[in-house]
T-cell receptor, first 111, second 115 residues
Framework: GQSLEQPSEVTAVEGAIVQINCTYQ??????LSWYQQHDGGAPTFLSY????GLEETGRFSSFLSRSDSYGYLLLQELQMKDSASYFC????????????FGKGTKLSVKP | GAVVSQHPSRVICKSGTSVKIECRSL??????MFWYRQFPKQSLMLMATSNEGSKATYEQGVEKDKFLINHASLTLSTLTVTSAHPEDSSFYICSARVAGVVPQHFGDGTRLSIL
């Protein structure tokens, strides 16, 4: 079967850097995505990695190592508004669209 | 950007009622739509994956006779919660995507309260 693991909770202070890890075991791999969800809201897309390496978008970066079946989301210069749940998603079926989702990591940013 | 409309945003109804939730992709054709459920302070839980013109694939533990999913066109999927009970009260979210294209586009969710 397919599986995906990420920590359930992370706490950090404003201005700090936090890394949210995601490890996966899937029958195939086409890409890893990250989404952010604030309480009561819908998830929004943050980033996507199909190839190894780091993708940077402002304060957020996402990293992928396919050989390690591992990726992470890096949030820099944390702000209170970054308090949210973050979940990773792996596409293991290509155009067939087979996806597996993490259970989400709840990030709490403290003053 | 791609827009997914989910309707209604909130439903309050009596136990035993069936409730239909619609999910529409407004400006793209969605080959796949997903339905999620989220209980308070918990993560999104995938309920089912729906491909246009075929039967939905349900996740383990999700009753297919309880949660009826129809994906009749490339722009519309519906979730019907049949004979809803208080334990079905939850936040239901749909998403849509084009096969092989990232990312998923999420609707704003439906907050279902069964009295």
């Amino acid at each position: 079967g397919q599986s995906l693991e990420q920590p359930s909770e992370v706490t950090a202070v404003e201005g700090a850097i936090v890394q949210i890890n995601c490890t996966y075991q899937t029958s195939g791999f086409y890409g890893l995505s990250w989404y952010q969800q604030h309480d009561g809201g819908a998830p929004t897309f943050l980033s996507y990695n199909a190839l190894d390496g780091l993708e940077e978008t402002g304060r957020f970066s996402s990293f992928l190592s396919r050989s390690d079946s591992y990726g992470y989301l890096l949030l820099q210069e944390l702000q209170m508004k970054d308090s949210a749940s973050y979940f990773c998603e792996v596409n293991y079926g290509g155009s067939q669209g087979n996806l597996i989702f993490g259970k989400g990591t709840k990030l709490s940013v403290k003053p | 950007g791609a827009v997914v409309s989910q309707h209604p945003s909130r439903v309050i109804c009596k136990s035993g009622t069936s409730v239909k939730i619609e999910c529409r992709s407004l400006d793209f054709q969605a080959t796949t739509m997903f339905w999620y459920r989220q209980f308070p302070k918990q993560s999104l839980m995938l309920m089912a994956t729906s491909n246009e013109g075929s039967k939905a694939t349900y996740e383990q533990g999700v009753e297919k006779d309880k949660f009826l999913i129809n994906h009749a066109s490339l722009t519309l999927s519906t979730l019907t919660v049949t004979s809803a009970h208080p334990e079905d009260s939850s936040f239901y979210i749909c998403s849509a995507r084009v096969a092989g294209v990232v990312p998923q586009h999420f609707g704003d969710g439906t907050r279902l309260s069964i009295l």
